[in-house]
């Protein structure tokens, strides 16, 4: 019997975590894919990437909007307030075996509560994580406790799981989802790069993603300017910022880089959407990834690649050698870029292994998914340590 699995994605780089798992259960002839797109994906201030997803081959099953009217906690809700039903009837028309959760996004609350509304099963990948400056780390708790299955990146987020009363025998350490695109990545060529940008990075820049930082904003926009400032000590070094994500406090934030970009039009280009492949190509030629973005902690160590890792946002993840921490005063900034750009580190960061796994997530994810027996999958007993 084939098992229809849906998959939902709501913003870009999830969907880039996301795209060789949806690509495996679209070509094994034991699954159905559907395909739900959502939240930054429709909404062409954060660049409207459904249509990237269309011109991958990807059939869409559903989209289903957050209507986004600002960036305060009450427009986050309401965009909720809208989303959740839009999910619940499209999991009710549908009717997956299993819906495909990935990370800690409001988001993916949503679908997992719709989930729950409607009987659709959960898969829930990258559980277990700790993230202490966002709202994101409460999230993702509540989503793993609403899950059935567990796809985690490293054994401690396992542990971390069962510790909250998941059974062992479904949860699963397969390693970070974003190491099985590095697996096989053919990454652009630097002058193909530069072209499909229209702007020359030249041997030295920085890859920069900056994020609000949920618990404390007022203080983080301090340290965004600091960051900003920051970049004053490596004048020959281009900056490379992506697009800020749809969580609470991004307008100030979009802003500032905005106001910087226009400054330093010559140094300094602001993208809303690389794509995976822009994306990935640009970490592999870049000096240093900047910011508070997970892919410095997840995927930048497989890369090869030193992170600088600024602020509280991603606090008590797991950490590579390669990832450096700072806070957000400007001087400790400058000093951590020093050390990143040091010949002993970079030949470090060479050397240095990383906790996610060996690449191989995607065949461990669909070897759970077409093989493990789903009676009563719904019934969750507590497990006690």
Known sequence: MVRTIAIITGSRAEYGLLQP???????????????????????????????????????????????????SPMAVARAMGVGLPGIAEVLERIKPAILVILGDRYEMLCAAQ????????????????????????????AISKLSHLHFTAAEPYRNRVIQMGEDPARVWNVGALGLETIRTL???SRQALEESLQFVLGEH??????????????????????????????????????????????????????CFCDKYPQRTLQVQSL??????????????????????????????????????????????????????AGDSIVKTLEKALSPDFKAMVQRASHPFGDGHCVEKIMDVLTTQHWDNLLVKRFYDL
């Open 21 to 71: 798992l949806m690509t495996a259960v679209r070509e094994d002839p034991r699954t159905d894919l559907a395909l739900i797109v959502t939240g930054m994906h429709l909404d062409p201030r954060f660049g409207a990437t459904v249509t990237t997803i269309a011109a991958d081959g990807f059939d869409i099953a559903a989209q289903v909007a957050f209507p986004l009217a600002g960036d």
């Open 114 to 141: 719709a989930a729950l509304l409607t009987n659709v099963p959960i898969a829930h990948i990258h559980g277990g994580e700790s993230s202490e400056g966002a709202m994101d780390e409460a999230i993702r708790h």
């Open 186 to 188: 053919q990454p652009m």
């Open 205 to 258: 820049y920085f890859l920069i993603t900056i994020h609000p930082e949920t618990l404390s904003q007022d203080l983080f926009l301090h340290q965004v300017a600091e960051l900003l400032d920051a970049f004053a000590a490596f004048p020959d070094y281009k900056l490379l910022f992506t697009g800020v994500n749809a969580d609470p406090g991004h307008v100030a934030i979009d802003q500032m880089i905005t």
């Open 275 to 328: 794509g995976q492949l822009r994306y990935l190509s640009a970490m592999h030629y870049c000096s240093a990834v900047v910011g508070n973005s997970s892919s410095g902690i997840l995927e930048a160590p497989a890369m090869k690649v030193p992170t600088v890792n600024v602020g509280r946002r991603q606090q008590g993840r797991l950490r590579a050698k390669s990832v450096l921490d700072c806070d957000g």
